[in-house]
């Protein structure tokens, strides 16, 4: 049984940085994509950032390019998604996405966290 928990969200203020982790358990494939979602009310949820664990591999959505870093733990099952230069339109909660191969839809992925809130005002 696969579980991801996320953590690290919270309020800031706009220019501000935060950084979510989440720790994934229970996977046993050897080649695992990490990625991170959010949503707004009333929107499809949006990718932010992924990572394969083969190859190292990373791509960004557009609106979060050189102010979002994400990142794996050497080792662990952990990723962590930087972010800086935080702006109002950046909150949405934000939630984090496995499975064996990357994908830019949310239906790529099998495994979900429980989200974490992110507001910038």
């Known amino acids: 049984h696969v579980q991801l928990v996320e953590s690290g969200g919270g309020s800031v203020q706009a220019g501000g940085s935060l950084r979510l982790s989440c720790a994934a358990s229970?996977?046993?494939?050897?080649?695992?994509?990490l990625a991170w979602f959010r949503r707004v009310p009333g929107k499809e949820r949006e990718g932010v950032a992924r990572?394969?664990?083969?190859?190292?591999?990373?791509v960004y959505a557009d609106s979060v390019k050189g102010r979002f870093t994400i990142s794996k733990a050497n080792a662990k099952n952990t990723v962590y998604l930087q972010m800086n230069s935080l702006k109002p339109e950046d909150t949405a909660m934000y939630y984090c996405a496995a499975d064996s191969f990357c994908s830019a839809v949310p239906a790529g992925f099998r495994y979900w966290g429980q989200g974490t809130q992110v507001t910038v005002s």
């Open positions: 990572i394969d664990t083969v190859g190292g591999s990373k």
């Open positions: 229970g996977y046993t494939g050897g080649r695992m994509c």
